[in-house]
């Protein structure tokens, strides 16, 4: 068996004014309507503005038979947005995609941009071929999932990559882990396994700087530790060079979150 990337316990910066994840926090308690809640920014999981799911082309639910069922926008409330569906007892995969944005960034905020969110290799090449003081037209879009568990029924199809172009798969069952574990996760580009994917993970309070990376090995595999009970994501950007007519640069986005069982102070539902 291939060795998985070792851990490493290192700040990743993520200030830049055109980073934001995008999550999907599952409820504490979900129930058969499940309500998810979709916050965009990077001080996990604060929002800094409320998304516009209306806009999103693809959001659904994997039911624990591997069924889908469509998720629907059910209004913002404050900073946040709302997403509910029908889920069913077991492992609920909840999954969107945004539609692709162009952005163009000058190149001292597309440069840090490389450097503080896990893309040192691209600004490298810049580097290389000497286009560090060149602006960036870049495309990306977000595909992010979060998993919720109901009733005592662990069945689901939460190993599985779903037709996303970036996604985080658990290889363990998420809610049978504990606080001290790892979970091995696979990252999956296009369906495929990517090795080198520069993967943070955090908790709330963490703040916007990671509390820890690792990069995924040939396999696309890697080890997340477990510090806390409660609310974890675990993000990554990964980036292509198409060098298309409208944009250089693409980028995908994903982030998967889901609820550590164990004892943990749990914010009010703002949601009915």
């Known amino acids: 068996m291939a060795r998985v990337a ?8 993520v200030g830049t004014a055109s980073a934001h994840d995008l999550w999907l926090i599952p409820p504490a308690a979900p129930k058969a309507k499940l309500v998810v809640q979709a916050a965009v920014g990077m001080d996990f999981p604060n929002s800094e503005f409320a998304p516009d799911p209306e806009r999103y082309p693809r959001k659904f639910i994997v039911r624990p038979d591997g069924t889908q069922s469509p998720l629907k926008s059910a209004g913002k409330d404050g900073m946040s947005a709302w997403l509910e569906g029908e889920a069913a007892p077991g492992i609920n995969v909840i ?12 190149a001292d905020r597309f440069n840090e941009y490389l450097v503080t969110d896990g893309l040192p290799h691209i600004f490298r090449l810049r580097a290389k071929e000497k286009t560090l003081n060149q602006p960036a037209k870049e495309r990306y879009r977000k595909s992010p999932t979060a998993l919720a568990m109901i009733g005592p029924g662990k ?5 599985k990559p779903l037709d996303l172009p970036l996604q985080i798969v658990p290889l363990q069952n998420p809610f049978e882990r504990k606080v001290g574990d790892t979970i091995r996760v696979r990252v999956y ?11 943070g993970w955090q908790h ?10 690792v990069r995924t090995n040939t396999k696309g595999e890697a080890l997340i530790p477990i510090a806390r009970a409660g609310l974890i994501t675990i993000r990554l950007t990964h980036m292509t060079r198409p060098k298309m007519p409208d944009y250089e640069w693409e980028s995908f986005w994903t ?3 889901f609820r550590v069982p164990g004892l943990a102070a749990v914010a009010p539902e703002k949601h009915e």
């Open 189 to 199: 580009f296009q369906k495929t396994p990517l090795a080198d994917a520069n993967l």
């Open 255 to 257: 982030t998967l979150t």
């Open 155 to 159: 069945n689901g199809a939460w190993d």
């Open 6 to 13: 070792c851990l490493v316990f290192v700040p990743m910066l």
């Open 204 to 213: 709330p309070g963490d703040g916007d700087t990671a509390r820890g990376t």
């Open 95 to 106: 999954a969107v995609e945004t539609a692709p944005k162009i952005l163009a960034l000058d």
